[in-house]
Structure formats: structure tokens, C-alpha cells
């Protein structure tokens, strides 16, 4: 048997300057689970152009001792290179985490796009030692965006920063909190209409109005179901929920964000099928915790999802277009029972993100943080 050490006294400081949804669930969840004692200091998740641009005033005078630390990790959103020119040769080694970017992320009708939000993100990945995405995908995304980026500018054009970011970075799927191990899912009730689950935030990128547009099709179909809208709104509740709430509302169970846990994971639990309908998506955590807890996925054939999906369950989990998304909705809706088995693989197969099975790779990337190596094996 091999012996690993690993140096219990280490110690790092996470800053997330965007404290809620995943990114919460993923800080709590790395620090929860590591080996390593981390300290979390945080800062309300609104406001994220805010945080982008100020976040590093903030933390530069917040945490007055960094250089006890033996690394630095935070998200992206905020300036890297601010806080180290602030810090000095006072900050540690900084892993930055990248769940989105805004090269490539979609922009909100009406909106144009804010070039400095860009820069930041190419001056936080040249400032970081290692940066880690979320998924392939999203690698691939930023990676792809970046060029494009560059191009834009008139003259003086930084091409050399592609190749010096990308020699630092990797991709480690996020973990999920829910334990590993065998999982005993809440048999379907039959006799009941099924539950229809959305659990993703309540905003432009998830397409809420193609979702509805879906419901609206079953309906006409002479199908019943009921639904579950959960998520989080950072902003006035968007037209598509409120026209919703009135169309739909003897089909609502339960209308907006569930802030206890165990309350959400029950609606997860009594879940038939997780839907989404995103146009943007670098991972999925909100759908990977459905699947887990029982709920059958419906999701576009594009995005981070066919990397969430085995192969072997992407014909009946996977989606092109509105028209096959109506139609096999309806189908489950039509026959849930015809997925049970399917259903029970599925769920199995989501354990692979639990925080138990991949902290070790996380973990792993702190000791190469602390001792200054981006060697990776």
C-alpha cells in the first residue's frame, strides 16, 4: 500500500465575490469536504458587474493578512490582477474557477456588450497560476471567444495572451452536494399527474418562455401535470413567470425560490422530469441534483449537456429543437412508467459529481497551488 502525505496544517483562502446559487453551493461545498482548512469570505450575490469592477477593493482591505495563506482561490468574478496589484507580494498564489466567462456568455436583449467585463477576465486568467473550468464545453467556449475578442481591437492586439492563459488551464467538473453511494429513489405515484421540475434561475439565459411554450403544447395535447418552479431570481420576476402564474396556476404546486434544503430536494425527490430550455449552460448543477434525486432529464442536445449525459441515454434525454422537445415531453408525460428503469440508471450515473468522489482532485490542485507546480498527471 502507498502512504500519502498530505500537510493537514496548509490553509487557504477562498473569496467568492458572488455568494449564491452554484457558486455558493460550490464554495460551501469545497470547503465542507477538503482536507485543508479553508476560510470563505464572501460578498452578496447581486450586483456582478459591481463585483467584477469593485470586489477587489472590497477583499484587499477585508482580509488585512493574506500572506498567511499558502493559496489564493476565488471565481472569476472579480479582477484577479486588481487584488494582486493591491496585495502586493503579500498574495498567494491565486486558482481561479471559472463558472462563466463573459466572452462568450449570451447578452440580454437590448443589451450591448461591456468590452472592460472581457479585459477582466483575460487579466484575471493571466494573473492567476491555474485556472480551472467547469466543463469542457466551457473551456472550449472561452478558448474559441477569446481570439474573436482580441480581434475586435483596432490596432496593438495582445494575440500572445491566448497561449500564456490556456498553458494554465484544465477542467474539473464541479462537485455536488449529495453523498455518494447507493440511492433510494421515492417510487413515481402513478395515480397522480406527473411533476414537472424547472429549478434554474429565473432569467433571459434559461429561455423560460421556450419551457412554457412547451407546457402550452401539452396542455393542448389534453395532458395533465402539475409544476414545480423553483430557482433563483436576482431581479424583477421576469414576464414569462408572471404571465405563467395566471395561465397556469392550477397546474403551480409551488412558485418560486425553496430556501430550505430539505424542502427542495423534496420537490426533487417527487420530480417525474427536470426540464431545460437554456441558450447558455457550463455545467448543470440544478439538473445533475434532479437527476440524482429521481428526476427524469429533458434537455437541448447542445451546451454542457451531452458531456452530462452518457451516450447510452442521450437519445431519450436529449433534445434538437422545440418540436422534439414537445414531443417527448408529451410521451413522458403520456407514460412516465416507461422510464422508470432509465430513470434509476440515471440517477446512478450522477454520482460520479458527488463533493465525496471528486474533493481528491480539487484537493490534489491546492498542493500544486501551494508548492508553485502546474505540473498535472
Known amino acids: 500500500m502507498v502512504m500519502h502525505y ?7 483562502l477562498f473569496l467568492e465575490p458572488f455568494y449564491g446559487g452554484s457558486h455558493r453551493d460550490f464554495a460551501d461545498g469545497w470547503v465542507e469536504h477538503s482536507r485543508y482548512q479553508i476560510d470563505l469570505v464572501t460578498l452578496p450575490a447581486r450586483f456582478w458587474k459591481w463585483r467584477m469592477r469593485g470586489a477587489a477593493l472590497h477583499f484587499a482591505r477585508k482580509v488585512t493578512t493574506p500572506d498567511e495563506y499558502d493559496g489564493l482561490i476565488t471565481s472569476n468574478l472579480m479582477s484577479l490582477s486588481d487584488l494582486k496589484a493591491l496585495w502586493r507580494e503579500d498574495c498567494p498564489n491565486a486558482l481561479v474557477y471559472f463558472h462563466e466567462n463573459q466572452l462568450s456568455y449570451p447578452l440580454p436583449p437590448g443589451e450591448t456588450m461591456d468590452y472592460q467585463f472581457g479585459f477582466t ?39 500572445w495572451v491566448l497561449e500564456r ?10 462537485g455536488c452536494n449529495y453523498p455518494a453511494g447507493p440511492t433510494d429513489l421515492r417510487p413515481w405515484d402513478l395515480s397522480k399527474p406527473p411533476l414537472i421540475i424547472w429549478n434554474h434561475r429565473w432569467e ?57 434544503k430539505e424542502k427542495y ?7 417525474t422530469v427536470v426540464v431545460s430550455t437554456a441558450i447558455q449552460e457550463n455545467f448543470g448543477i440544478s439538473v445533475v441534483e434532479a437527476i440524482r434525486h429521481g428526476c427524469f432529464p429533458l434537455l437541448p442536445d447542445r451546451l454542457s449537456y451531452p458531456e452530462l ?3 447510452a441515454y442521450q437519445q431519450d434525454c436529449l433534445y434538437n429543437g422545440q418540436d422534439e422537445l414537445v414531443e417527448k415531453l408529451n410521451a413522458l408525460l403520456s ?26 482532485a480539487y484537493d490534489d490542485e491546492l498542493d500544486r497551488l501551494a508548492a508553485g507546480s502546474d505540473h498535472r498527471d
Not at 498530505?6 to 487557504?12: D, R, S, T, V
Not at 430557482?231 to 408572471?242: C, S, T
Not at 430536494?265 to 420530480?271: E, F, H, T, V, Y
Open 121 to 159: 477576465d483575460i487579466t484575471t486568467g493571466l494573473a492567476a497560476d491555474t485556472l480551472l473550468f467547469n466543463s469542457k464545453t466551457h473551456l472550449n467556449a472561452f478558448f474559441d471567444s477569446l481570439p474573436r475578442f482580441i480581434r475586435m481591437m483596432p490596432e496593438y492586439r495582445p494575440n
Open 204 to 260: 433571459f439565459d434559461k429561455s423560460p418562455e421556450t419551457f412554457f411554450a412547451a407546457l402550452d403544447s401539452a396542455l393542448s395535447a389534453g395532458l395533465e401535470f402539475s409544476l414545480a418552479l423553483l430557482g433563483e431570481n436576482f431581479q424583477a420576476v421576469p414576464k414569462p413567470f408572471l404571465n405563467a402564474r395566471e395561465r397556469l396556476k392550477q397546474m403551480i404546486v409551488q412558485y418560486g425560490y425553496e430556501p430550505s
Open 335 to 360: 407514460g412516465p412508467g416507461e422510464f422508470e428503469d432509465e430513470r434509476a440508471d440515471l440517477s446512478s450515473c450522477m454520482e460520479r459529481y458527488s463533493w465525496e468522489l471528486v474533493i481528491d
Open 265 to 271: 430536494l423534496d420537490w426533487l425527490k417527487a420530480g
Open 309 to 311: 449525459i452518457p451516450e
Open 6 to 12: 498530505y500537510p493537514l496544517a496548509m490553509k487557504f
Open 165 to 174: 492563459i490556456r498553458k494554465k488551464a484544465a477542467v474539473l467538473y464541479p
